[in-house]
């Protein structure tokens, strides 16, 4: 395929980070495999520590002709857009006049986070980048259907699973967020614009007593999957287990887990369940 | 009609009080139209001040039969349910027989906080009670179409006003809740379990620069009217302005407003519109 061909000799692979435990994964990925990089950290959003090791330029979301110059000033043909972004406010995106051109094309104010990112990925299509998904980076990153630990969910919590799927996905159908936490049949409480690590901080003051909730995350209908999978790592277990939560089930084959392996050892220390549900 | 009939000797008026100022409210209205009262009161819900200077008593949320044992010993025969009521967990409501009965009638885990209430009141009127609404006995009580005070909405706010009215139906519809917050766009927040304050309260941490968000709260679809009406009132008010949000929306007709002089003289001074939205 040409896109192959093109693949055979890209330069450094481009990184643009945003938040979470992704854009350190993908760049550890990428020295295990001997593949340059060039990171465009994020401001706001990239952890410092991560990018501070490998050729790399802070960048505002705002400044995309910046970001642009940047990419193509350090060779990078082929680009990978990892981890969470919250879109900043006009006032706060101070458009640069790339950055006003897309937005004059794509429309400001019609866009949920969703829409905005496959716009993004489009563009950057449009100024002859090919971008890839982070997952075609990672080893073993999809969640497998089934559970990862020791843990299984009980037939209550499978039932509490069956109601947030159905109402995660409706939540992400209207582009609020892709997550939820229901306990014993309630909804304690619906991702949006806090995240999924906000989401589970506040639940921990929301649950009820008896058998503890269950966060359950799905991919958003339509969803661009090379720019914002939904993901779950070791923070994740750590955030539930400590909200009084029974376990997290997300969608198999479209969820990423970051790290594995400790996600299944800090799982079982704490008792809890993570389970991949089939979208069948 | 016979219901009016039936309404001209009815005894003391039964009020179940639940949360927030509402079941103040019906009782003062009742004593301005020297109407006896019997006050239910509900542990860990209703306000203490509210009900000690009339006749009451104390009933956990699960021992039904006591509930209903102390309204036929009271002589009421009319009812109010006025308030919040959150639904406890199964382990906390322990149920006596009269409870369990019910429960076991209407099934537990298929409900959420809207079907319950709904069931409740057609179990009061199995019972032989008369059940009506808060708003019955309220002068003035509805949100009228257009705004209460002085400021009104921009056109930015009212994109943000339908985009939330949209959204906060899809929300009802799942039974999750009543209320957004949107601004510029985005979902700051989705109401949950933790009801229209909690909502308030983390949006001030998740608001963006520039124009402040808007409250959209709006009556579940096939709502029980008589249980549960969206209502704003001096509270909704202080939060959405210590929140930094520019205004409260809700459905205009089916919104209960508490305090109507203070919700508006609050709203003016602090430069935040209330206004009542139609729902055609």
């Given at each position: 395929m040409?896109?192959?061909?093109?693949?055979?000799?890209p330069?450094?692979?481009?990184?643009?980070?945003?938040?979470g435990?992704?854009?350190?994964?993908?760049?550890?990925?990428?020295?295990?495999?001997?593949?340059?990089?060039?990171?465009?950290?994020?401001?706001?959003?990239?952890?410092?520590?991560?990018?501070?090791?490998?050729?790399?330029?802070?960048?505002?979301?705002?400044?995309?002709?910046?970001?642009?110059?940047?990419?193509?000033?350090?060779?990078?043909?082929?680009?990978?857009?990892?981890?969470?972004?919250?879109?900043?406010?006009l006032?706060?995106?101070?458009?640069?006049?790339?950055?006003?051109?897309?937005?004059?094309?794509?429309?400001?104010?019609?866009?949920?986070?969703?829409?905005?990112?496959?716009?993004?990925?489009?563009?950057?299509?449009?100024?002859?980048?090919?971008?890839?998904?982070?997952?075609?980076?990672?080893?073993?990153?999809?969640?497998?259907?089934?559970?990862?630990?020791?843990?299984r969910?009980?037939?209550?919590?499978?039932?509490?699973i069956?109601?947030?799927?159905?109402?995660a996905?409706?939540?992400?159908?209207?582009?609020?967020?892709q997550?939820?936490?229901?306990?014993?049949?309630?909804?304690?409480?619906?991702?949006?614009?806090?995240?999924?690590?906000?989401?589970?901080?506040?639940?921990?003051?929301?649950?009820?007593?008896?058998?503890?909730?269950?966060?359950?995350?799905?991919?958003?209908?339509?969803?661009?999957?090379r720019?914002?999978?939904?993901?779950?790592?070791?923070?994740t277990?750590?955030?539930?287990?400590?909200?009084?939560?029974?376990?997290?089930?997300?969608?198999?084959?479209?969820?990423?887990?970051?790290?594995?392996?400790?996600?299944?050892?800090?799982?079982?220390?704490?008792?809890?369940?993570v389970?991949?549900?089939?979208?069948?």
């Amino acid at each position: 395929m040409a896109a192959d061909a093109e693949f055979a000799a890209p330069g450094p692979l481009g990184i643009i980070a945003g938040s979470g435990g992704l854009p350190r994964r993908v760049i550890e990925s990428c020295r295990a495999a001997g593949r340059e990089v060039f990171v465009l950290a994020l401001e706001g959003e990239a952890d410092r520590a991560a990018v501070e090791s490998v050729p790399h330029a802070w960048c505002r979301i705002g400044a995309a002709a910046t970001a642009l110059d940047l990419l193509r000033a350090n060779a990078v043909g082929e680009l990978v857009l990892a981890g969470g972004v919250r879109r900043p406010s006009l006032a706060a995106l101070r458009p640069d006049w790339q950055a006003a051109k897309i937005l004059a094309r794509i429309g400001y104010r019609a866009l949920g986070d969703d829409g905005l990112l496959t716009a993004v990925v489009k563009e950057l299509e449009r100024e002859g980048f090919r971008v890839i998904g982070a997952d075609q980076l990672l080893d073993e990153a999809a969640l497998p259907e089934g559970p990862l630990g020791r843990v299984r969910p009980d037939p209550d919590a499978e039932a509490d699973i069956a109601h947030g799927m159905r109402l995660a996905r409706a939540i992400g159908a209207l582009d609020i967020g892709q997550a939820v936490v229901v306990q014993q049949g309630f909804v304690l409480g619906v991702e949006a614009i806090e995240g999924t690590d906000g989401l589970l901080r506040r639940c921990a003051s929301l649950r009820r007593d008896g058998p503890g909730g269950v966060l359950v995350k799905v991919e958003k209908p339509g969803q661009e999957k090379r720019a914002d999978r939904p993901v779950i790592g070791p923070q994740t277990v750590i955030l539930a287990a400590e909200s009084g939560l029974r376990g997290i089930a997300a969608e198999a084959g479209a969820t990423l887990v970051l790290d594995r392996d400790e996600v299944v050892r800090l799982a079982d220390a704490a008792g809890i369940f993570v389970v991949g549900v089939g979208s069948g």
